[in-house]
C-alpha cells in the first residue's frame, strides 16, 4: 500500500500562486513515478503534470504548460506542484497519485495505482 497525503490547497487569487505538496508512504518513494491531476465539479479527473522516478522527467498538461512546475524531493518522500499565474479555471480538488509500475510518465489516469484524498484549490475571479 501507498499512502498519499497532500497538503497547501487553499484560496488564491488570479495571477498568484500556490505550492502543493503530497508526502508518500509505505512504498520506497525513489521507485514511485508521481503525478498530479485535478476534478472540477461535474468534470473527470484530467492529467496536470508528471514525474519520473528520479525526477529527470516531468510531463505536463498543454493547459499548465509554463506556468506549473512539478518537482520531487525524493529524501523527503515529498512530491512538489508549483502553480503560478493562476487562473480561475485552475480551480478543482487537486490529487496525487502514485505509479508504482511504469517506468515513465503517463498522463492517463488508469496508469496510476494509488490516490491521495485531494485538496481544494480555488483561484477567485
Known amino acids: 500500500q501507498v499512502l498519499l497525503v497532500e497538503s497547501g490547497g487553499g484560496l488564491v487569487p488570479t495571477g498568484g500562486s500556490r505550492k502543493l505538496s503530497c508526502t508518500a508512504s509505505g512504498r520506497e518513494f525513489g521507485r514511485l513515478t508521481m503525478g498530479w491531476f485535478r476534478q472540477a465539479p461535474g468534470k473527470e479527473r484530467d492529467f496536470v503534470a508528471g514525474?519520473?522516478?528520479?525526477?529527470?522527467?516531468?510531463s505536463y498538461a498543454e493547459s499548465v504548460k509554463g506556468r506549473f512546475a512539478i518537482s520531487r524531493d525524493n529524501a523527503k518522500a515529498t512530491v512538489y506542484l508549483q502553480m503560478n499565474s493562476l487562473k480561475p479555471e485552475d480551480t478543482a480538488v487537486y490529487y496525487c497519485?502514485?505509479?508504482?509500475?511504469?517506468?515513465?510518465?503517463?498522463?492517463?489516469?488508469?496508469?496510476?495505482?494509488?490516490w491521495g484524498q485531494g485538496t481544494q484549490v480555488t483561484v477567485s475571479s
Open positions: 514525474i519520473n522516478r528520479s525526477g529527470e522527467m516531468t
Open positions: 497519485a502514485a505509479d508504482i509500475y511504469s517506468l515513465e510518465v503517463s498522463s492517463s489516469r488508469f496508469a496510476y495505482n494509488h
